[in-house]
Nanobody, 121 residues
Framework: QVQLAESGGGLVQPGGSLRLSCAASGSIFTITSMGWYRQAPGKERELVAG???????NYADSVKGRFTISRDNAKNTVYLQLNSLKPEDTGVYYC???????????????WGQGTQVTVSS
């Protein structure tokens, strides 16, 4: 099994910043993509940002230029720097990792428990 432990959420004023972290542990042979999703009240979960093991990134249009995703492959950890936060960024942020547990195993999706980000004055 694989566990994803998120941290860094909280309450911040509009225009403020936060940094989210997500560390993967457990039965890990290798991790391909990692990413952050968010779910606002009454809305579906959406991709915020993703990053491959080689460092290629992609972002939702709504966060381009404000959020930055990065990862430390040696630590199996992904980060999300959130700058210039807006009230519409409010939601539960979930970490995702696509993991292979053994050299010849299948790839599996794992999710963190979520961390709340609230942007409000």
């Amino acid at each position: 099994q694989v566990q994803l432990a998120e941290s860094g959420g909280g309450l911040v004023q509009p225009g403020g910043s936060l940094r989210l972290s997500c560390a993967a542990s457990g039965s890990i042979f290798t991790i391909t993509s990692m990413g952050w999703y968010r779910q606002a009240p009454g809305k579906e979960r959406e991709l915020v940002a993703g990053i491959t093991s080689g460092g290629s990134t992609n972002y939702a249009d709504s966060v381009k230029g404000r959020f930055t995703i990065s990862r430390d492959n040696a630590k199996n950890t992904v980060y999300l720097q959130l700058n210039s936060l807006k009230p519409e960024d409010t939601g539960v942020y979930y970490c995702n990792a696509v993991v292979r547990n053994s050299p010849w195993g299948n790839w599996y999706d794992y999710w963190g428990q979520g961390t709340q980000v609230t942007v409000s004055s």
